[in-house]
């Protein structure tokens, strides 16, 4: 059961819901201007043993937004979980959209599918998810290793990850809606496969929350039943 509901920011109409599961914490992709300067002025009021490294996640964070941003990405979710060795594996769910104007979602989605099966080592299976029709892909690559210093040839350092990646739309929904999901934990991929298809089992084009006029967020457990096909 998802710990919240969230309601995307995408526009066009229409939004979306999705369910995020436990140790998935969200990332704020459109912070206030005043919490941002409050939060460099704490920077640079820390101890000079301390600042450095405060100012490298700072501009990691800034970094990590606009480019999320740039990326049409509504949501987005960091995961933290314990692994077998005492330590923790990380992941990044994100949420986006892409719109198919003056085309049929559902055949544009189809389309999607037949390019990614195409490309060399990806697993594509189709899906039938409660809001609609969408497929499953996976796939094994290297991608820039986030907050690390280039290398001395300025080249920045690439790690192994493995991203998966659901697509779906709904019957009326102009938008196709990407979910995905990135991990450097190679050996948890099973794991991590069965998380994203879970999170993609949440998403909803109907408004999830109480029927009384609450509020646009709710928690799963109380999400009206009657709007809601996961309840």
């Known amino acids: 059961m998802p710990d919240l509901w969230e309601e995307s920011t995408s526009d066009p109409i229409p939004a979306y819901w999705y ?21 460099v002025k704490r920077v640079l009021g820390l101890p000079e043993e301390h600042r450095d490294q405060a100012e490298r996640v700072l501009r990691f964070y800034a970094g ?14 960091i995961g933290l979980h314990p692994d077998d060795e005492g330590s923790f594996a990380s ?27 195409r490309e060399p080592g990806k697993d594509v299976q189709p899906l039938e998810l409660p809001c609609g029709t969408g497929f499953f892909t996976a ?9 690390r210093p280039s290398d001395e040839d300025g080249s920045l350092p690439e790690d192994p990850v493995w991203q998966g990646t659901v697509a779906v739309t709904g019957p009326g929904t102009p938008d196709i809606v990407v979910v995905q999901l990135v991990t450097p934990a190679l050996e948890l991929a099973d794991e991590y496969r069965d998380v994203l298809l879970g999170v993609a089992h949440t998403v909803s084009f109907v408004d999830p929350s109480p029927a009384d006029g609450a509020g646009r967020t709710a928690s799963g457990a109380v999400a ?7 309840g």
């Open 91 to 117: 992941s990044v769910l994100t949420f986006s959209t892409v719109a198919a104007p003056g085309v049929n979602a559902t055949l544009a989605l189809a389309d999607m599918a037949v390019t990614a099966a």
């Open 64 to 77: 990590v937004v606009t480019t999320l941003n740039s990326h049409n990405v509504q949501g987005c979710a």
């Open 139 to 147: 796939e094994a690559r290297c991608a820039v290793a986030p907050g």
């Open 19 to 39: 369910g995020l599961p436990h140790g998935y914490l969200p990332l704020d992709l459109d912070p206030p201007v005043d919490q941002l300067m409050a939060l």
């Open 224 to 230: 009206d039943s009657t709007h809601s096909p996961f």
